[in-house]
Nanobody, 114 residues
């Protein structure tokens, strides 16, 4: 499984961004996909996940502001991030779980600053 993330950037507080993660390879083996993030000096943390059946879960810090979704035809998962806060500034990593293990895409930087 290969994952290609895109969509990061610089945004002002209160703004929005959409991250994309395109999967390729053994896509049919993927059980769930999601996004984690890691800020400087902090541990990597879960942001959101979407399971193969469509159910989702979110970190408490992003509930109501972020939405994870997927387009099966494009093998792509999205993270719509609204009402962004400075504390959302991190490198965001797309990831996927399959019987072969956990797979990571390259990180994409999100910076929330005025």
């Amino acid at each position: 499984v290969q994952l290609q993330a895109s969509g990061g950037g610089l945004v002002q507080p209160g703004g929005s961004l959409r991250l994309s993660c395109a999967a390729s390879g053994s896509i049919s083996s993927i059980n769930l996909m999601g996004w984690d993030r890691q800020a400087p000096g902090k541990q990597r943390e879960l942001v959101a996940r979407i399971f193969s059946g469509g159910s989702t879960n979110y970190a408490d810090s992003v509930k109501g502001r972020f939405t994870i979704s997927r387009d099966n035809a494009k093998n792509t998962v999205y993270l719509q991030m609204n009402t962004l806060k400075p504390e959302d500034t991190s490198v965001y990593y797309c990831n996927a779980f399959s019987p072969g293990g956990r797979h990571w895409g390259q990180g994409t930087q999100v910076t929330v600053s005025s």
